[in-house]
Structure formats: structure tokens, C-alpha cells
């Protein structure tokens, strides 16, 4: 089964400095990963997604993710944090092989930055 | 078109009423999900349509009741709702595994 752990319920970082959210994966098949974060009172938004190519993802808004397998990790990163990235950001693996299988998501990271 | 929007934004209920929910996509997509999301936690998933065929039921309650008109459209009736209930609902669409959400509806049931 399926399966994704944030490291971290909250994570505060000052405005400027690096951001690192933390992802461990667990997943009997190649993996479907993404990374997406939901502002007060939104949606999700779809920051980036690992689907098998490129091992480095690049996203919106200034984030990257590293797809490493000898880790089962998929960590989030940004090298300069804005007060405007202050929301939940979840990871998640694509629940099996078929292209509508479920999302699974984690427990959710909340990023908070100091001014 | 690369949206999902949802309608209502805001919906309050009392315990005997019955409403739906509504979700639409223009993107083609053939898949379409329910997910429920109570407040700090992250969303569990309902339901899914895939080809407008109901291929997913998460042990829901019947008191929720999924429909899928047609290829663009997906609602969600709810009847005889519990406090319990209260929480975002949001709906999501996608074809090649990527899922595109909608902005939610904030559910409340009195």
C-alpha cells in the first residue's frame, strides 16, 4: 500500500531564508508523488508532481522537489522564503497504478514565516 | 479552461434539510472525486467517478449521495446530515494523474 509522512506538523522559517518540508514515501510500485499547498479557506493547488522523469521537479512559485529513491524521500524546498508562502502544504502519492486512482495525502505540514 | 469550480462557496444546513453540492469541470477529464476535509486535517476521499460510473465508494454514509450527470458535472446530495458533518467538501478532476481541485464548499450543518 501507499503511503506518505510529513516530517513536521509545523515548521517556522524567517522571511528569506531557506525552506525544507520534509516527505518519506512508502510505495510498492514506482511512485506518483506531488507537493501541494492550500491557503486559508482554499482549495489545493498543485505545487509540483514526480511522475518518473527527472529526479529534480521544479514548481511554481519558486519551489523544488528532490525524488530520491535510496531515501524514499521527496522533500520540499524553496531557497528564499516570502511572507506570502505562509500556508499548509501537503505531500501525496498517487494511491496505485491506474491513471484515477486516489490521492493519498499526509498529515499536512503548516509553514509559518517570521518577519 | 483549467479550472474546477464548485458552488455553493458557503452552505449552512439544519439536520433535516436537503441540499446538493455541485462540481464542474471543462477540461475533459474523466475522472471526478469527493473529498472531505475536515479543519487541520487533510482530505479523505469520498468518492470517485471514473467515466461517469461510480468506481470508488469509501464506506460514505447514505445520507451522502453521489451523481454524476454527465462527463462535466458532479454533485453531491446530502440528506438528514449530522453535526459531525461540518467541514470543506472538495470536489477534483483529472485525466493523466495529475488532480486539479476546486476551491471547496465550507459546509456547515446546524
Known amino acids: 500500500a501507499q503511503s506518505v509522512t510529513q516530517l513536521g506538523s509545523h515548521v517556522s522559517v524567517s522571511e528569506g531564508a531557506l525552506v525544507l518540508l520534509r516527505c518519506n514515501y512508502s510505495?510498492?510500485?514506482?511512485?506518483?508523488l506531488f507537493w501541494y499547498v492550500q491557503y486559508p479557506n482554499q482549495g489545493l493547488q498543485l505545487l509540483l508532481k514526480y511522475t518518473s522523469a527527472a529526479t529534480l521537479v521544479k514548481g511554481i512559485n519558486g519551489f523544488e522537489a528532490e525524488f530520491k529513491k535510496s531515501e524514499t524521500s521527496f522533500h520540499l524546498t524553496k531557497p528564499s522564503a516570502h511572507m506570502s508562502d505562509a500556508a499548509e502544504y501537503f505531500c501525496?502519492?498517487?494511491?496505485?497504478?491506474?491513471?484515477?486512482?486516489?490521492?493519498?495525502f499526509g498529515k499536512g505540514t503548516r509553514l509559518h514565516i517570521l518577519p | 479552461d483549467t479550472e474546477v469550480t464548485q458552488t455553493p462557496k458557503h452552505l449552512v444546513m439544519g439536520m433535516t434539510n436537503k441540499k446538493s453540492l455541485k462540481c464542474e469541470q471543462h477540461?475533459?477529464?474523466?475522472?471526478m472525486y469527493w473529498y472531505k476535509q475536515k479543519a487541520k486535517k487533510p482530505p479523505e476521499l469520498m468518492f470517485v467517478y471514473s467515466y461517469e460510473k461510480l468506481s470508488i465508494n469509501e464506506s460514505v454514509p447514505s445520507r451522502f449521495s453521489p451523481e454524476c450527470p454527465n462527463s462535466s458535472l458532479l454533485n453531491l446530495h446530502l440528506h438528514a446530515l449530522q453535526p459531525e458533518d461540518s467541514a470543506l467538501y472538495l470536489c477534483?478532476?483529472?485525466?493523466?494523474?495529475?488532480?486539479?481541485f476546486g476551491p471547496g464548499t465550507r459546509l456547515t450543518v446546524l
Open positions: 501525496a502519492v498517487r494511491g496505485g497504478t491506474n491513471w484515477d486512482d486516489k490521492i493519498i
Open positions: 510505495s510498492s510500485v514506482p511512485p506518483y
Open positions: 477534483a478532476s483529472s485525466q493523466a494523474g495529475e488532480k486539479f
Open positions: 477540461m475533459g477529464h474523466r475522472a
